[in-house]
């Protein structure tokens, strides 16, 4: 995880500094950065980031939470460029909703197992754009509040077979996000989560 999303660990002693980097991380992950027009320049700054539950540095708190819940708690509650205030409340609402998703596409649906079928077309046909769109604007907590809904929809829905390409999108939308428990859920559907897929730039795995 430190070769394919480094800037998960690579600011230590600066949660702000790390938090921007992160961010400009996952627009890199975007298809065709370099081509789209629309995409606005990497941002340059992030809301200060302050916590009440440990140090202000990055690492610490990795190491405390792990790389997806650490990622969620700096983009998802308030607009990048906003000042975050980080809660053990907010802490426990991102772990409770990644266990959510690890339990109904890891455990729970045990029938939805890898469809060699599925590979024709790939990830590449089936991104959620409204999800791409937000964070092309520079808007990540809108971005992640858009993948929050389109996982109730798919727990709303218990077709697994119809709903595979919409499954494979989210959780490839996911990994942007969430990069460890998304990358073993492309696994266990028989994808590379940094292999050639609509949101990777290169094939590193």
Partial sequence: MALHRPALSQYGDDLRAGRLAIACEILGLLPAWEEQKDF?????NAGPVSTDIIENNLAKLHSQIGSDILCLTLLADVPLDRPLHITQSSLIGHWRWLRQVWTKLAI??????????????????TPKSKIVDELAKGRFNTAVANLRSDFKSLSNNSDSAKDLELRLSFITNLTLFCPLIGSELLYRLGHAPFGKNHHAKNSEE
């Fill in 108 to 125: 729970d649906e045990q029938a939805f197992t890898f469809m060699p079928e599925a590979q024709a077309h790939s990830l590449r046909d």
């Fill in 40 to 44: 606005p320049r990497q941002p340059k």
